[in-house]
């Protein structure tokens, strides 16, 4: 079994909904990689910004939580953020309109 696949869990970040968010999800989000050994954390970076950043500025209000898990199927590792809104995310094939699991990266 990969070493990453036992790596402790650690709580979720918890943000207020605030302009400073998305700095702090992505500070989480390095550290956690790094824990994991991941080397390169650009995709994740630039995928818990866009995440963050849609719920600050969609949703505004209550808290919003990231935590990022490692995956059994290495090097895969899995980033959610959620929120507090009243909104469901979309996921399912894509259309001319929406992108398919657009909240589900």
């Given at each position: 079994?990969?070493?990453?696949?036992?790596?402790?869990?650690?709580?979720?970040?918890v943000l207020e909904p605030t302009d400073r968010a998305p700095a702090l999800?992505?500070?989480y989000l390095t550290e956690r990689f790094a824990e994991l050994g991941h080397t390169d954390d650009y995709i994740g970076r630039l995928v818990v910004t866009e995440l963050v950043t849609n719920s600050y500025r969609h949703v505004g209000y209550g808290?919003?939580?990231v935590r990022i898990l490692p995956d059994s199927r290495e090097?895969?590792?899995h980033v959610e953020v959620w929120d507090q809104g009243p909104n469901c995310p979309w996921s399912g094939p894509g259309t001319t309109t929406r992108s398919a699991g657009a909240a589900f990266c």
């Open positions: 079994m990969p070493s990453v696949a036992l790596a402790a869990e650690r709580p979720a970040l999800a992505r500070r808290h919003i939580a090097p895969l590792t």
